[in-house]
């Protein structure tokens, strides 16, 4: 398996149910809200890259995202 992070901004009043919404998201291990620079980050697995990049592309369909920066571990 493919593991990766995605840091996200999301439109402010649209933070819980972006959230609500990608927990359910095929890929996704987890997701927590956080302060700083980025509003969520989101915990993604794959079984190999092109997988990852689907997680990704899928996610970023979600209602509210202004911005998304994406890290997936070195293999």
């Known amino acids: 398996m493919t593991r990766g992070i995605m840091l996200v901004k999301?439109?402010?009043k649209l933070t819980?149910?972006?959230i609500k919404e990608v927990?359910?998201?095929a890929g996704v291990i987890d997701v927590y809200p956080v302060f700083g620079r980025f509003?969520?980050?989101v915990f993604i697995?794959?079984?190999n890259f092109p997988e990852m990049?689907?997680?990704v592309l899928n996610i970023i369909q979600?209602?509210?995202i202004r911005s998304t920066e994406t890290f997936t571990e070195a293999i």
């Open 10 to 12: 999301v439109s402010s």
């Open 16 to 18: 819980a149910s972006f």
């Open 23 to 25: 927990k359910n998201k």
């Open 39 to 41: 509003d969520a980050v």
């Open 45 to 47: 697995e794959g079984k």
């Open 53 to 55: 990049k689907n997680v």
């Open 62 to 64: 979600t209602k509210g």
